[in-house]
């Protein structure tokens, strides 16, 4: 089992930034890889960042590709989403998310445990 806690979300103004926390435990970075989607209201959750099961690459979104930045530390279980410039249509809930070995990065129905998300909001 893997329990995930977001925090860090609220309203920031366009242009700004924020970082994302997830805190991790039970069976995680030895076990599990992580990433992060968000789901804006009315549309399906997608996919924003995530490790590779080895955690030695990383992979993202176009649309947040240069804007954030997805990073861990290992000692704390926890992994991060930095998001600089910040834009009206990053507004959404967050979600932190693991997936097992051999699983794709990308696709949210791969991923096995999610948190209970944080809402990130950005007025233009």
């Known amino acids: 089992q893997v329990q995930l806690v977001e925090s860090g979300g609220g309203l920031v103004q366009a242009g700004g930034s924020l970082r994302l926390s997830c805190a991790a435990s039970g069976r995680t970075f030895s076990s599990y890889a992580m990433g992060w989607f968000r789901q804006a209201p009315g549309k399906e959750r997608e996919f924003v960042a995530a490790f590779s099961w080895s955690g030695s690459n990383t992979y993202y979104a176009d649309s947040v590709k240069g804007r954030f930045t997805i990073s861990r530390v290992s000692s704390k279980n926890t992994v991060y989403l930095q998001m600089n410039s910040l834009k009206a249509e990053d507004t959404a809930v967050y979600y932190c998310?693991?997936?097992?070995?051999?699983?794709?990065?990308?696709?949210?129905?791969?991923?096995?445990?999610w948190g209970q998300g944080t809402q990130v909001t950005v007025s233009s």
């Open positions: 998310a693991a997936r097992p070995h051999g699983r794709r990065w990308s696709l949210a129905g791969d991923y096995d445990y």
